[in-house]
Nanobody, 115 residues
Framework: QVQLVESGGGLVQAGGSLRLSCAAS????????MGWARQAPGKQRELVAL???????DYASTVKGRFTISRDNAKNTVYLQMNSLKPEDTAVYYC?????????WGQGTRVTVSS
């Protein structure tokens, strides 16, 4: 079993920054990828950023240039640095991990951006 624990969410003014963290633990033998998704009220979950085992990354067009995903392999931790935040970034942010053909999700951390 794999556990993911997110932290770092909160309330921030538009234009501000937040850094989310997600620590993975449990039966992890090889991580294929880790990433972040978000879900705003009344909307579908949106994949935000992904970092593969080889450190290549992908971003949603809505956050490209403002968000940066990174990993600390020694700590099985993934980070999401969010800059120039906008009210439309308000959502619950979920960490996910892909290993051995399965995807695991965290419980989510809420980010609220005020205008």
């Amino acid at each position: 079993q794999v556990q993911l624990v997110e932290s770092g969410g909160g309330l921030v003014q538009a234009g501000g920054s937040l850094r989310l963290s997600c620590a993975a633990s449990g039966s992890i033998f090889s991580i294929n990828a880790m990433g972040w998704a978000r879900q705003a009220p009344g909307k579908q979950r949106e994949l935000v950023a992904l970092i593969r085992s080889g450190t290549s990354t992908d971003y949603a067009s809505t956050v490209k240039g403002r968000f940066t995903i990174s990993r600390d392999n020694a700590k099985n931790t993934v980070y999401l640095q969010m800059n120039s935040l906008k009210p439309e970034d308000t959502a619950v942010y979920y960490c996910y991990l892909i290993t051995a053909g399965r995807t695991y999700w965290g419980q989510g951390t809420r980010v609220t951006v005020s205008s």
